[in-house]
């Protein structure tokens, strides 16, 4: 594994210094280059992103599609103070924002940063693992968004929009790519207007990868194979220019591969004398077994490898334009499946191996209200939903604990709220925000883990000698309600028509919940509390049209309580990793965004984004005794930067080419509470290239590209069982390259 070690001082400097030279550029320029105004409905409506008074990071479909933006992982190119890990290799993506995110891995709870789909709330972390396709534009909002989104959206939220019907004329588009380790994709959209007020939108894509990264030297087979095949159907009508009609069905079908986390033990070895265990290559597990080879894509994994998924979702959207105001629904539904094997011993025994099986049912809706005044912008709303949950996960412990085991969760979930949203003018130029949310939320959950005690001669958990009935050893049947309030205060001044300053107070709140993986006591099955976020935030936003230069910044306070975070527990017979509750944190930090199209060079595109933070947990209890305060809190790194630039040379009148580059840094960071020294990945480097050649009037275009040019592996998430002698550390993506060509119609 490589490292990269960059000063922080240095960094910060040489970023200062460059915004110093974008900010002195316009007075050099001799012609004037044009900036296009960005519009969003961060707020429930179309505004400018300088009218929002807040941080966030907006992804057009253009950048999505030239950057090979195709799942939510990769957003993390694009924003600062962000970070995302995939709890498992190539599955369930979870987003940290400013520190603030979620590190768990139960289908039964929600993500703290909440994830919207064309304003549909996705109500498990299950649900996170989807590919994107046909989109319109991602929207990233920074800090608490209880007041105007649904449940739990304490560190921010996602929103991704789908591209719409329209009845404006035919368009389609046809893409696909060929590239490393036998991976091809294909994309196809067709936009049919049938009338001038009825139009149909069919986008479908599949994924297909014939080799794995990883290699199973066990089975001499690579692993992680993908075939993957996703659809999307939506009907618009707009019959006159006060009602809008979207209906949306899509589904997806994976019948894939998992990779496997790369094995570390804790005990010394015999052969090799001296070595200092744990996380050692040469340390080794109960059984003698090591991992040495110091590749994190070659293991002696167990089991199978499979990752299936079956999901179909639909959503409603209407709205209606009253003249005093507008009607807004939106109503989700959403029938999820998968199911998948993980080793999470990383041998080639079955020490703690697990399939995980989940079935989730939701449907969710939205119905507001929202009009203005001479002095205000105003929205009211109310917001319902219901969830199921049902959790099925086999344990293979048999060369362990000479056994088998059945861990079980059926969560039901209702939730409703009401919320309202103002702007007030008070000036020409200075606006004050108001928010409030009430939010009801009701779990209930009957769940378990069963010794199953079908290994001879008998379990070493429970000691019941094979042939026994099922013993239940950890089990819950309780319900848990939460009330509470979101609310946000803020002022907006509007220095300039293109200049905004904002200060705002805001508060966020996640449910309490239940944790629904494998226990050996019923005490690891206790419900977990809410947590809320105190959050204070003043920035700065400005758009220099005929310098081409965007510039936004804010500073950042968060006071966090009650902190949701994987705590490691050892009350049972087995240690386990589950979510539980830090009392207290402190964070605080900012952000700086740049976007430059100098005038001096004509088709240049410059980017770029700083993140500062510092993240301080309270002291808490864990399974070896208190932990001091002071710890940092998981995946949240001290400084990220992330930068592109695009170059659009015109070759002729029927020829461009584009030239594109992006790079990301990452300061180092922890992956649990405990600041684990063995789940610690230092600061990291990547980055990603692509050269493209456009025929300006057919709409052809032929790209080579490749991401992760640098080879770079870093840690993405892992977990420490050292009391069964076992851990895994999980990386990103290798090197990955290939061709693409695409035609638009």
């Known amino acids: ?65 030239s950057r090979r933006i195709e799942q939510v992982r990769d957003l993390a190119t694009f924003s600062s103070n962000l970070d995302i890990k995939e709890q498992v290799p190539g599955a369930m993506p979870i987003l940290t924002i400013r520190g603030v995110g979620l590190d768990d891995f139960s289908s039964t709870n929600n993500p703290s940063a909440g994830v919207y789909v064309d304003e549909v709330y996705l109500a498990s972390l299950a649900q996170m693992s989807f590919d994107l396709f046909d989109l319109e534009r991602v929207e990233l909002l920074k800090g608490p968004q209880g007041t105007l989104y649904g449940r739990n959206s304490t560190a921010g939220a996602l929103n991704i929009i789908t591209a719409k019907p329209s009845t404006s004329g035919f368009s389609a588009r046809a893409a696909g790519s060929y590239g490393n380790f036998k991976a091809y994709d294909l994309e196809g959209m067709v936009n049919l207007p049938l009338s001038d007020t009825f139009a149909l939108r069919f986008a479908g894509k599949t994924i297909q990868q014939d080799e794995g990264y990883w290699y199973n030297r066990k089975i001499a087979s690579d692993i992680g194979r993908r075939d993957l095949w996703l659809g999307r159907v939506q009907a618009r009508w707009t019959p006159n220019d006060d009602l809008d ?134 929205l009211v709303g109310g917001f319902y939903s219901t969830d199921r949950v049902r959790v099925y996960n086999p344990g293979f412990l048999d060369d362990l604990f000479n056994t088998e085991t059945l861990s079980f969760a059926d969560q039901k979930t209702k939730s409703a709220a009401m919320f309202a949203n103002g702007e ?184 770029a984004g700083l993140g500062l933070l510092h993240t301080e947990l309270g002291a808490f209890a864990a399974s070896a005794g208190v932990v001091p305060a002071g710890n940092k809190l998981p995946n949240a790194p001290e400084v990220t930067f992330n930068a592109s630039a695009q170059y659009d040379a015109r070759l002729n009148d029927a020829w461009t080419l584009r030239l594109q580059g992006g790079t990301r840094y990452s300061d180092g960071l922890f992956k649990d509470a405990l600041n684990d020294p063995l789940l610690r990945q230092d600061s990291y480097w990547s980055w990603d290239g692509r050269v493209a050649l456009l025929a300006n009037e057919q709409g052809w275009e032929l790209a080579v590209w490749g991401k992760n040019l640098g080879d770079e592996q870093h840690l993405v998430q892992g977990v420490n069982n050292g009391a069964l002698g076992v851990g895994f550390r999980t990386y990103n993506a290798p090197r990955t390259y290939g061709v693409s060509i695409s035609k638009s119609w």
């Open 1 to 65: 594994m490589k490292h990269h070690h960059v000063s922080r001082a240095a960094l910060l400097s040489s970023t200062v210094f460059g915004v110093a030279l974008l900010i002195g550029a316009p007075a050099a320029a001799q012609e004037a280059a044009l900036v296009e105004e960005v519009t969003v409905t961060a707020q429930k409506r179309a505004q400018d992103v300088l009218d929002v008074g807040g941080t966030l990071d907006v992804v057009s479909a253009g950048e999505l599609a």
């Open 245 to 378: 009609v979207n209906l949306k069905v899509e589904g997806q079908r994976s019948r894939s591969e998992l990779g496997q986390g790369e094995f570390f033990g804790v005990l010394p070895s015999p052969s090799a004398p001296g070595v200092a265990c744990p996380g050692q290559p040469a340390c080794t597990d109960f059984f003698g077994y090591s991992d040495r080879d110091g590749d994190p894509f070659k293991g002696d994994w167990s089991g199978g490898h499979f990752y299936n998924i079956d999901q179909v979702g639909t959503a409603l959207k209407v709205d209606y334009r009253m003249g005093w105001a507008t009607l807004t629904s939106v109503t989700g539904y959403a029938n999820f499946q998968r199911s998948f094997y993980i080793d999470t011993d990383a041998t080639p025994l079955r020490q703690t191996d697990f399939i995980q099986t989940d079935k989730i049912h939701q449907l969710s809706e939205e119905l507001r209200l929202a009009g203005s005044t001479e002095r205000l912008e105003w």
């Open 424 to 607: 007030w003018k008070l000036g020409e130029q200075l606006s004050l925000i108001t928010g409030l949310r009430y939010t009801w939320e009701e779990k209930t959950d009957v769940g378990g883990t069963d010794d199953l005690a079908l290994v001879c001669p008998g379990s070493a958990l429970t000691g019941a000698p094979c042939g026994s009935p099922p013993i239940r050893i950890a089990s819950v049947d309780a319900k848990i309600k939460d009330t509470n309030w979101s609310w946000k205060l803020g002022l907006n001044w509007k220095l300039t028509p293109l200049t905004l300053l904002y200060a705002s107070a805001s508060q966020g709140v996640k449910s309490g919940g239940f944790f629904s993986g494998v226990a050996t006591s019923s005490a690891q099955l206790e419900p977990y509390d809410p947590e809320t976020l105190l959050a204070f935030e003043a920035g700065w936003k400005t758009r220099i049209p005929g310098a081409g230069l965007q510039l936004s910044a804010s500073v950042f306070y968060y006071d966090y309580s009650d902190i949701q975070t994987f705590i490691r527990d050892t009350s049972g017979a087995l240690p386990i990793q589950r979510l539980g509750n830090v009392g207290e944190a402190e964070l605080y930090g900012a952000d700086l965004d740049v976007s430059w199209r100098p005038a001096a060079v004509d088709g240049l595109t410059l980017q």
